[in-house]
């Protein structure tokens, strides 16, 4: 499902059961996978990857380097960038970085995810929270910038 007011470009590849809500853009040579939800107003791409069974909430772009696996949530208004030092002078398309989001990751509304870090499976980042390292799996992340609250314990 792809609601009429949205934008699909050509070379992408959306799974079967995903819907694409209201207002949405999904920019070439990006991958949807099976069973995502897709809230109003979400750009993705070019060439982000997004797991199966992934929900993105309103108002999320996830821009060229974020890579999101299976069985995450991204909370309303999350944050990605893929450019530590931005200038609007400095062109720095080749200086995108890799920002990985791993299986069953939480991600808060209105959290920051600065480019270059990994989340570990499972972990929990928490609404408004910024992070900017990467932590392992099982993480709960809090504040500015984020720091681990506690690890899980849960098994899933």
């Given at each position: 499902m792809i609601h009429k007011s949205s934008f699909v470009d050509d070379n992408v590849k959306i799974g079967e059961g995903s819907k694409?809500?209201?207002?949405?853009h999904i920019l070439s040579g990006t991958i949807i996978g099976k069973?995502?939800?897709?809230?109003?107003?979400?750009?993705?791409?070019?060439?982000?990857?997004?797991?199966?069974?992934?929900k993105i909430?309103?108002?999320?772009?996830?821009?060229?380097?974020?890579f999101i696996e299976d069985d995450v949530f991204?909370?309303?208004s999350a944050v990605f960038t893929n450019v530590?030092?931005?200038r609007a002078y400095i062109e720095q398309k080749n200086n995108f970085e890799?920002?990985?989001?791993?299986?069953?990751?939480?991600i808060g509304a209105n959290a920051?995810?600065?480019?270059?870090v990994t989340l570990g499976e499972y972990s929990l980042v928490g609404a408004g929270s910024v992070v900017t390292k990467t932590y392992p799996k099982n993480s709960i992340l809090i504040g500015n910038p984020a720091r681990v609250n506690k690890k899980m314990k849960i098994k899933f």
């Amino acid at each position: 499902m792809i609601h009429k007011s949205s934008f699909v470009d050509d070379n992408v590849k959306i799974g079967e059961g995903s819907k694409i809500w209201h207002f949405c853009h999904i920019l070439s040579g990006t991958i949807i996978g099976k069973n995502c939800t897709i809230g109003q107003n979400v750009m993705i791409g070019p060439d982000v990857i997004v797991g199966d069974n992934v929900k993105i909430q309103n108002n999320v772009s996830l821009y060229k380097g974020v890579f999101i696996e299976d069985d995450v949530f991204i909370g309303p208004s999350a944050v990605f960038t893929n450019v530590k030092y931005p200038r609007a002078y400095i062109e720095q398309k080749n200086n995108f970085e890799k920002t990985m989001i791993k299986k069953g990751c939480t991600i808060g509304a209105n959290a920051t995810i600065v480019c270059g870090v990994t989340l570990g499976e499972y972990s929990l980042v928490g609404a408004g929270s910024v992070v900017t390292k990467t932590y392992p799996k099982n993480s709960i992340l809090i504040g500015n910038p984020a720091r681990v609250n506690k690890k899980m314990k849960i098994k899933f």
